[in-house]
Nanobody, 123 residues
Framework: QVKLVESGGGLVQVGGSLRLSCTPSGGTFGTHVMGWFRQSPGTEREFVAAIRRSDGMTDIVDSLKGRFTISRDIAKNEIYLQMNTLKPEDTGVYYC????????????????WGQGTQVTVSS
């Protein structure tokens, strides 16, 4: 029932910025927490950041703090990932994901996934 649609990817030069958007539909039960993951060729999909829809509490990997920010727009029911000072190693497919209410880390147990949006950082 849950559908997630990402947008905002594209080609950007080193040092530039992009803002990714995720629009969920089909109810909120499966999206108690919303997350962003990314995957580059030859690598495993990795957790980037997450946000709890109810109060906006966030979690982001230490290596990306200061450059990436996750946020939400309650009125639009959208989730965002602001990416600044982009580097070539940020290149990859970025996925929006939804996690139902449950105990455990916000970096796992996601059940719903978008199709992904490509981010390419040119050097």
């Amino acid at each position: 029932q849950v559908k997630l649609v990402e947008s905002g990817g594209g080609l950007v030069q080193v040092g530039g910025s992009l803002r990714l958007s995720c629009t969920p539909s089909g109810g909120t039960f499966g999206t108690h927490v919303m997350g962003w993951f990314r995957q580059s060729p030859g690598t495993e999909r990795e957790f980037v950041a997450a946000i709890r829809r109810s109060d906006g509490m966030t979690d982001i990997v230490d290596s990306l703090k200061g450059r990436f920010t996750i946020s939400r727009d309650i009125a639009k029911n959208e989730i965002y990932l602001q990416m600044n000072t982009l580097k070539p190693e940020d290149t990859g497919v970025y996925y929006c994901a939804g996690r139902p209410y449950r105990l455990g880390s916000w970096r796992a147990h996601y059940e719903y996934w978008g199709q992904g949006t490509q981010v390419t950082v040119s050097s």
